[in-house]
């Protein structure tokens, strides 16, 4: 019996075990899920879980019951390294032998080497460790005097940092804090550079009324727990930061010699294959497909399982592979903390509570496709 091991829970994943299961996968091919978390959140819903308008077990998927629904094998456990060559994958406590597999496992924040920021800050990356960690800040402001101020920076200018800043200020706000002084950093230029402008616009007016102070082109090169320090030797004070940049990949890729771009992506064709590896794919942030250019967002991780479900049957069965294609242009449903949220696409901008309710009936429905 053939082994197929697919290594993370991540948002192609997902699709691609229930397209298989849904569709009669061959009965003579054991099918592996290796996972370092049983309950994988859904990040589309996490801003809302956030400002308090979800229970945690509304937007976490639980990948052993969905290997079960389909006899599927699930393992929780953190992968270390892979030997094409052999064909083994090795966790923190056993080694998995494959004949085909594929790696989902998602990003973390581009952290670099900046000083301080391992101790003095809360990474947005794992979302478990983000939600547990903006809960214990929340609790702690409120055992705190009344008269305290509480200075909190987000460091990073992209839809993911604006909702968690906006969210987190909801969440205050409903807990009758009214002492904090927020404030979002970023090296960039603008807010929200892949977006039109329309949508910078808008969220520049919802930053500017909610008091949050925003400062730019401030790239971060120091994080103490009192402050932050720009490349410009700007001082801002801050007694919490949460650090919401660009996406880095896990190094166990490039350290087990995998074909990597220099920043640690895996590199794949266009039919998602590990680049000179013919049973091995990746896919969603951790891979890097030559020639193509595309946001490293859940919206491109979605599509690429109708491929990679299709390009491991073709495996199986000898036929040829689909090529993947990303889409020119994805549309962005963005919260703003308060059961309202943003429409961008194109130059598109449309926004409201209309906008909150499609994007919780589109967040709720992929979820239940799991559960």
Same mark, same amino acid.
């Given at each position: ?228 320090? *720009? #490349?410009? =030797?700007?001082?801002?004070? /801050?007694?919490?930061?949460?650090? %919401?940049? &660009?996406?880095?990949?896990?190094? @166990? ?82 919260? *703003? #903390?308060? =059961?309202?949220?943003?429409? /961008?696409?194109?130059?598109?901008? %449309?926004? &409201?509570?209309?906008?909150?309710? @499609? ?13």
């Amino acid at each position: 019996m053939k082994k197929i091991v697919l290594i993370g829970g991540g948002h192609t994943h997902l699709e691609t075990i229930q397209r298989l299961g849904e569709r009669s996968f061959a009965q003579d091919y054991k099918l592996i899920l290796i996972s370092s978390e049983v309950h994988t959140p859904y990040s589309g819903m996490i801003p809302g879980l956030i400002s308090g308008h979800y229970k945690s077990n509304e937007c976490h998927i639980d990948l052993q019951k969905l290997c079960g629904k389909y006899d599927y094998e699930f393992v929780q456990q953190t992968v270390l390294k892979i030997s094409s060559n052999e064909q083994t994958i090795h966790t923190e406590s056993g080694t998995y032998q494959y004949d085909l597999a594929s790696i989902n496992t998602g990003s973390t924040p581009n952290s670099k080497t900046i000083a301080g920021l391992k101790d003095c800050a809360i990474p947005v990356k794992p979302i478990k460790g983000l939600v547990n960690n903006i809960q214990n800040l929340l609790d702690r402001i409120g055992r705190a005097p009344k008269y305290s101020t509480h200075r909190i920076s987000v460091v990073g200018g992209g839809a993911a940092s604006i909702e968690v800043l906006l969210a987190l200020q909801y969440q205050a706000t409903t807990r009758g804090y009214t002492n904090l002084q927020l404030c979002l950093i970023t090296a960039a230029t603008d807010i929200l550079e892949t977006h039109a402008l329309p949508v910078k616009r808008k969220f520049h007016r919802i930053l500017h009324q909610r008091g949050i102070t925003t400062y730019y082109n401030a790239p971060v090169i120091e994080v103490n727990k009192d402050y932050l320090k *720009t #490349g410009s =030797k700007k001082i801002i004070p /801050s007694d919490f930061v949460i650090w %919401a940049t &660009g996406a880095s990949p896990s190094h @166990w890729p490039k350290l087990s010699g995998l074909p990597t771009t220099e920043d640690g992506y895996i590199k794949t064709d266009n039919f998602l294959q590990v680049k000179d590896i013919n049973n091995l794919f990746a896919t969603g942030d951790i891979a890097s497909i030559e020639g193509l250019t595309y946001p490293k967002s859940g919206v491109y991780a979605v599509k690429q399982a109708r491929i990679l479900e299709a390009n491991i049957r073709s495996k199986l069965s000898g036929a040829p592979l689909q090529s993947y294609t990303p889409q020119k242009s994805s549309l962005a449903l963005i919260s *703003t #903390g308060d =059961k309202n949220a943003v429409a /961008s696409k194109h130059i598109l901008c %449309a926004s &409201g509570r209309w906008i909150w309710k @499609w994007k919780d009936h589109v967040d709720r429905k992929f979820v239940k496709k799991f559960q």
